[in-house]
């Protein structure tokens, strides 16, 4: 019988992130080892597995069917070894052990996003925490937590899956853009603008999948550009040939220097409803049980301060 050893763990880490930087030399910034190094240690894991995990050389990385075994036993070993310390530290009583969080991109700039203030709630609470934060798409955040690989995920999801639980939070209100170097942002008159709309290449979000099109009755001849994160699509506005939609609160910078223009802001706007999403019928550690209250504070700070009329000042 093959008994793993604290060994065999460190190699499993080492392995982990190869396959996730699908590679050796991708991994070494990762690992803060060189690459010679990591490559001795997956040959040590390969010598005690007693099998090849995965091909190199000039034709690339690749894992080996028993390689892509190995790494999925290995994610739930380490998920398992993560819920054990969790449990293990409840049981004496003290608030210690993992949370991992996922978020979409660029909230930070968000000034009803209570995950900032619920993640200052917790470490007042206690600094033994190691929280790890994702920044992932939508369809990857619900895949992480229905994998267990992410406890709290905090996005827009246009589609429910089902063994998963959504709260819906707020709205997020986004405008279409373009450059100050933009031809429509010189057009004064508005039948002009609309017709410039629908004849201008515009950068879409892949996992919205056109739906940040329809609004825009566009031009589907014209070549338009597809984007992950939010920060790739304000690039591609920045640089002048496209126009697309980004969220108020994340456009605000660059509005306010004159560097992006809102077009026809009354017409062309949309709303996002953000969620809170967690995996259904899991027994919860005292860690997310503890700062799904947090957000619960952080919401109603936010619902509280937005009935007075209190303003956030944001750059």
Not at 43 to 58: A, P, Y
Not at 213 to 220: A, I, R, Y
Not at 241 to 252: D, E, Q, R, S, T
Request: hydrophobic share 40%; with cysteine; net charge neutral.
């Amino acid at each position: 019988m093959y008994r793993l050893s604290n060994t065999d763990i460190r190699l499993l880490h080492v392995f982990r992130a190869v396959v996730e930087c699908r590679g050796f030399s991708n991994a070494q910034a990762v690992l803060s080892i060189g690459q010679p190094t990591i490559s001795s240690h997956i040959n040590q894991l390969e010598q005690r597995l007693g099998f090849r995990l995965c091909d190199r050389g000039r034709t690339g990385f690749r894992l080996t069917r028993k390689g892509e075994s190995v790494y999925e036993q290995t994610l739930a070993l380490i998920r398992a070894h993560e819920n054990f310390q969790n449990v293990t530290l409840e049981l004496k009583g003290k608030l210690s052990g993992f949370l991992k969080l996922g978020l979409i991109d660029s909230t930070v700039t968000d000034p009803n996003s209570p995950i900032i203030r619920s993640i200052e709630l917790l470490n007042n609470k206690a600094n033994e925490i190691a929280i790890r934060l994702s920044i992932l798409t939508p369809s990857d955040l619900e895949k992480a937590v229905l994998d267990g690989d992410i406890d709290i995920a905090f996005g827009t999801f246009d589609r429910q899956v089902p063994n998963l639980s959504y709260k819906s939070v707020y709205a997020e209100h986004n405008t279409l853009y373009c450059s100050s170097n933009h031809r429509i942002a010189s057009l004064t008159e508005k039948a002009d603008i609309r017709q410039a709309v629908v004849d201008s290449r515009k950068v879409t979000r892949s996992y919205l999948e056109g739906e940040d099109l329809f609004p825009l009755d566009s031009d589907h001849s014209v070549n338009h550009a597809s984007v992950q994160f939010l920060e790739a699509a304000a690039i591609m506005l920045l640089g002048g040939g496209h126009i697309g939609f980004l969220p108020n609160h994340y456009a605000k910078m660059w509005e306010k220097t004159g560097q992006l223009v809102p077009i026809l802001r009354e017409e062309y706007t949309y709303t996002s409803e953000f969620y809170i999403v967690t995996r259904k019928n899991l027994r919860r550690s005292v860690i997310v049980g503890t700062f799904l209250e947090d957000l619960e504070i952080a919401i109603t700070e936010i619902n509280e301060r937005l009935s007075t009329g209190t303003v956030i000042a944001t750059a």
